[in-house]
Nanobody, 119 residues
């Protein structure tokens, strides 16, 4: 059983940076999704156990996913945050070695961490 715990969310100003982390990643492919109020959850980025990454076009160049297997953690660095970025950020894991952007491709989910951006 994989248990994922997100941390690092908070309130920041537009233009600031934030790092959210997901503990419990194990030897799994891990993805980050986010959900803004009133909107559907959307894919942000994913990283395979081997380190291959896939990032959504909407955040490419601003967000970076990485993993530290010694710490059993996958992190998402969020830079240049703007009004499109607030929401609950969830990490999810799947045992397959390939990345995926569909929610139903992931078996395990964390409870989420809130990111708020003030203008």
């Amino acid at each position: 059983q994989v248990q994922l715990v997100e941390s690092g969310g908070g309130l920041v100003q537009a233009g600031d940076s934030l790092r959210v982390s997901c503990a419990g990643s194990g030897r799994n492919t891990v993805a980050w999704f986010r959900q803004a109020p009133g909107k559907e959850r959307e894919f942000v980025a994913a990283i395979s156990w081997s380190g291959y990454t896939h990032t959504a076009d909407s955040v490419k160049g601003r967000f970076t996913i990485s993993r530290d297997d010694r710490k059993n953690t996958v992190s998402l660095q969020l830079n240049s945050l703007n009004a499109d970025d607030p929401g609950v950020y969830y990490c999810a894991a799947r045992s397959s070695m390939s990345v995926a952007s569909r929610e139903d491709a992931y078996t395990y989910w964390g409870q989420g961490t809130q990111v708020t951006v003030s203008s």
